[in-house]
């Protein structure tokens, strides 16, 4: 069966530092991989999408990067963290071809900056 | 563009009795899935239902059922003999039936805030 995993699950980061959210995907090859935020009392916004390695989408103008080192790996980062960054992100993985159905989720990072 | 709306921010029900919760959507394809989430206070999101927007049949897990209106763009969540356990934000979400070549993501709404009460 296919699992997904996020770590860490809990970071309080300082203004200024770099992030880096981790997220890997087991039983299953060349998924589709996502990064979403969810800002505290609203929906989900995707950040960024993967369809294969080193093919990384943006779907919003940030501070935040992604990269895709590996067919299963997807990494969160930034180099300088804002206030702004604070919420709580989201890892996910679909299927890659064919008919696309439901995304299957990570069990989220919490991110505070101070 | 899609969009999907989810117009109660919060819903309150006794237990064991029965809520509906509203999602309305609005896109121009005639083939695409929707999806209703459940986020616990443990925050990962799960799973609750799946509808393609083909079948005519209602999806049904268990306790939970869908109300699909495709002409009128409308997929409600119904609960049965809701329990405690069932206390969550419920999103619904949209997603195109076949890659366009992108990620074709989940659209999102957003949310609408369960409390049951015992």
């Known amino acids: 069966s296919q699992t997904i995993h996020q770590w860490p699950a809990t970071l309080v980061q300082p203004v200024g530092s770099p992030l880096s959210l981790e997220c890997t995907v087991e039983?299953?090859?060349?998924?589709?991989l996502y990064w979403y935020r969810q800002a505290a009392g609203r929906g989900l916004q995707l950040l960024f999408y993967?369809?294969?390695?080193?093919?990384i989408s943006s779907e919003v103008p940030q501070n935040l990067s992604a990269s895709r080192p590996q067919d299963r790996q997807f990494i969160l980062s930034s180099k300088k963290l804002l206030l702004s960054d604070s919420g709580f992100y989201l890892c996910?993985?679909?299927?890659?071809?064919?008919?696309?159905?439901?995304?299957?989720f990570g069990e989220g990072s919490r991110l505070t900056v101070l | 563009a899609q969009t999907v709306t989810q117009s109660q921010p919060e819903m309150s029900v006794q237990e064991a009795e029965t809520v509906t919760l509203s999602c309305t959507y609005d896109?121009?394809?005639?083939?695409?899935?929707l999806f209703w989430y459940k986020q616990p206070p443990s925050r990962q999101m799960i799973l609750v239902i799946r509808?393609?927007?083909?079948?005519?049949q209602n999806a049904t897990e268990n306790r939970f059922s869908v109300n699909f209106q495709k002409a009128a763009k409308s997929f409600s969540l119904k609960i049965s003999d809701s329990q405690l356990g069932d206390a969550a934000m419920y999103f619904c979400?949209?997603?195109?039936?076949?890659?366009?070549?992108?990620?074709?993501?989940?659209?999102f709404g957003k949310g609408t805030h369960l409390i049951i009460q015992p």
């Open positions: 996910a993985w679909s299927r890659g071809q064919g008919v696309l159905k439901e995304l299957f």
């Open positions: 039983g299953t090859s060349n998924p589709n």
């Open positions: 993967s369809v294969g390695i080193g093919q």
């Open positions: 896109t121009s394809e005639s083939d695409y899935y």
């Open positions: 509808q393609e927007a083909y079948k005519q």
């Open positions: 979400a949209y997603r195109l039936k076949y890659s366009g070549g992108g990620a074709d993501g989940l659209t």
